[in-house]
């Protein structure tokens, strides 16, 4: 089974940005569509960004739409996650997820999760 590690989170200025990382290993990593989702405290795991197997397709939350942007490359084994004109409102939990089934939003689409890493955006 894949595994998952993510890193690049740390504390930001609101308007900053960060690029995220989530290095896979094990099976073939474009077996697996990626996504990447984020966790604040008292609340539930909501999806941020999710990336089809070769690229070609991605989808954002409402709330991110054109200040992050997901990719990948497959030769690398890496997705990433490039955050720009972050906001208080996006300090979380990021996690990276892979599934081998549906190219879901729902946290239940993922079968593999990473650690996590965090994103603190604060003056």
């Known amino acids: 089974q894949v595994q998952l590690v993510e890193s690049g989170g740390g504390l930001v200025q609101p308007g900053g940005s960060l690029r995220l990382s989530c290095q896979a290993s094990g099976p073939p990593f474009s077996n697996y569509r990626m996504a990447w989702f984020r966790q604040a405290p008292g609340k539930e795991r909501d999806i941020v960004s999710r990336?089809?197997?070769?690229?070609?397709?991605?989808a954002y939350a409402d709330s991110v739409k054109g200040r992050f942007t997901i990719s990948r490359d497959n030769a690398k084994n890496t997705v990433y996650l490039q955050m720009s004109s972050l906001k208080p409102e996006d300090t979380a939990q990021y996690y990276c997820?892979?599934?081998?089934?549906?190219?879901?939003?729902?946290?239940?689409?993922?079968?593999?999760w990473g650690q996590g890493t965090q994103v603190t955006v604060s003056s």
């Open positions: 990336i089809s197997r070769s690229g070609a397709i991605t």
């Open positions: 997820a892979a599934t081998t089934g549906t190219y879901g939003a729902s946290p239940h689409d993922y079968n593999y």
